[in-house]
């Protein structure tokens, strides 16, 4: 897993991932968040469990990100973004193990 420590990290992450076409999730999440630090463990394992789609944690405390989070429509978290081919295919939004789970072998099928 890969913690995105700047706006502008995030920015080239992004773009990097829909201009080179490539797989990727992104996990929203914050310090205060009960549920994301439920979600923590899950998703490190997972992030080890398929070690060719990068996932990329972000902030959303983070300064400069709270226009860019308006744009994506994230209203809660923890919310994970999964792209395939530099497009983003499916969302999941809260602690749900069993959807997390789903949607990353789904687009791990993908590859």
């Not at 897993?1 to 700047?6: D, L």
Request: aromatic share 10%.
């Amino acid at each position: 897993m890969v913690v995105v420590g700047s706006a502008d990290s995030y920015e080239d992450i992004h773009a990097k991932v829909q201009a080179e076409k490539l797989p990727a999730v992104f996990y929203y999440t914050a310090v205060w968040c009960g549920p994301c630090r439920a979600m923590a463990p899950v998703i490190e394992k997972m992030s080890r469990q398929y070690p060719k789609i990068p996932v990329y944690k972000v902030d959303i405390d983070m300064e400069g990100l709270g226009t860019r989070l308006s744009n994506l429509k994230i209203f809660s978290i923890p919310t994970f973004h999964f792209y395939h081919k530099g497009e983003k295919s499916s969302e999941v939004v809260g602690a749900d193990v069993k959807k997390l789970e789903a949607a990353m072998e789904s687009l791990h099928k993908q590859q």
